[in-house]
């Protein structure tokens, strides 16, 4: 079947070039949508009292002050000699950028705080270990055109962007984000012409990098090419912008996705420090325009990897309309031995979440198998033996129970 892909009202080509996102050249009339939280505007009056309000509160201002030298972030934190030296060799590896919201997160004394843990580098994520590789789920294998990822039969990863606001220690693209040369206009192109002609693709996840620090004009062109194809029923950005940059979720870019539903958008999130008023109200805006929300976390040791913080993560978000969807066991990247848990406490995790809290508040824990295997569920054992016909099923508490398993009735009666 060959699909047409009508052409636009307006241009065939993307508006903008690949930097319009990354050029920030703020509008001057952006209403002050978070002026009354008290630690932003502490963090604002001493470190960048010249900005004002509105200022802190545009996306594009955000980007353009991230932090991104070992002499801005020695400003707000104290750094120890291994995040200095790590931060001084760094330069080959995943670039290193913060934005001044989310510096205001971090706590300037411990380097233990875990907001502080996830974007700002140490000497061990410069360390090989074993079983680690620089593409471990091997998506450069399943790229059958540059910047699309085809590994499930039905649906296909679109790498729209390498460029993120923050850039995330433990990222499993730490190989190609940030290089800001591998994505253009041509490769959407390409990649939209794939879908096109690929009618078994019936979802499409934007991630990269992060679509959201892309304008509205570059998004909305993508989302409207890939709603031209009949057979895209579904589209889902992966972001993590609302706990990031809350900023950038604007009127303007809720009214332009609302355009294109159904569209889902899945929220990377790590630590319940980030659940703030500004992440809760950016949240708010996307799920008032229907946007159904999940939430994708990495388990990380030292971060979150208790049960009680990830309690209080899994019940932050439900309150903020996201739904936990993943729990991801951290993927062997290059130098992410110091993130790693084991599995057992991942497990542990889940079963002190199923059945203890809301079934909405707990995420499907899983690893992205090595090689390309595709997401594998890891579920404590509930099923502990047979006897005759009953099941015998161990429940949250530990306690066994009996199931009358149809399986034997049917075969008596045949
Ligand atoms: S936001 Fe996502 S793509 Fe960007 S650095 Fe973090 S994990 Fe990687």
Request: proline content about 8%; some cysteine.
């Amino acid at each position: 079947m060959t699909i047409k892909i009508l052409p636009l009202e307006e241009s065939e080509e993307p508006p903008g070039s690949y930097a319009l996102a990354c050029s920030p050249s703020f509008a001057s009339a952006v209403p002050a949508r978070f002026p009354a939280i008290s630690r932003a505007k502490a963090f604002r009056s001493r470190y960048f009292p010249d900005a004002s309000i509105v200022e802190w509160n545009d996306w594009q201002w955000q980007l353009k002050n991230r932090v991104t030298t070992v002499s801005q972030l020695e400003k707000f934190v104290r750094l120890t000699d291994n995040e200095r030296q790590a931060l001084q060799r760094h330069s080959s590896t995943l670039p290193f950028a913060i934005t001044p919201y989310y510096a205001s997160l971090i706590s300037p004394d411990n380097p233990k705080d875990p907001v502080r843990r996830a974007v700002v580098p140490v000497v061990n994520e410069l360390m090989v270990s074993s079983g680690e590789a620089h593409d471990p789920l091997g998506e450069d294998s399943h790229t059958p055109v540059p910047g699309l990822v085809h590994r499930y039969p039905d649906r296909v990863l679109f790498l729209v962007t390498d460029y993120c606001s923050n850039y995330c220690r433990y990222c499993t693209r730490s190989r190609m984000v940030g290089r800001r040369k591998s994505h253009s206009p041509a490769r959407w192109q390409k990649a939209i012409a794939y879908i096109a002609a690929n009618p078994e693709i019936r979802d499409v996840l934007l991630s990269g990098g992060d679509p959201l620090t892309m304008a509205d004009e570059q998004l909305d062109w993508l989302l409207t090419r890939l709603r031209q194809i009949p057979h895209v029923e579904m589209i889902r950005i992966g972001t993590k912008a609302p706990m990031v940059l809350p900023q950038r979720i604007t009127p303007e870019l809720v009214a332009m996705l609302k355009k294109h539903h159904p569209l889902w958008m899945s929220i990377h999130c790590t630590h319940p420090d980030e659940l703030t008023e500004e992440a809760t109200k950016a949240c708010a805006m996307l799920a008032d325009a229907g946007i159904p929300l999940g939430s994708q976390t990495v388990l990380l040791s030292g971060i979150n990897d208790s049960l009680d913080t990830m309690r209080q993560l899994m019940h932050g978000l439900v309150k903020t309309r996201v739904k936990p969807y993943y729990l991801y066991q951290c993927d062997p990247i290059i130098g992410s031995a110091h993130f790693r848990t084991p599995v057992s406490k991942g497990l542990e995790i889940y079963q002190g979440l199923r059945g203890h809290t809301s079934g909405y508040a707990v995420p499907n824990y899983v690893i992205d198998a090595p090689g390309g295997g595709g997401k594998i569920p890891l579920i404590p054992e509930t099923v502990v033996g047979r006897e005759g016909n009953d099941l015998l099923l161990r429940n949250y508490e530990g306690k066994v129970y009996r199931y009358p398993d149809i399986i034997g009735a049917a075969s008596r009666a045949s």
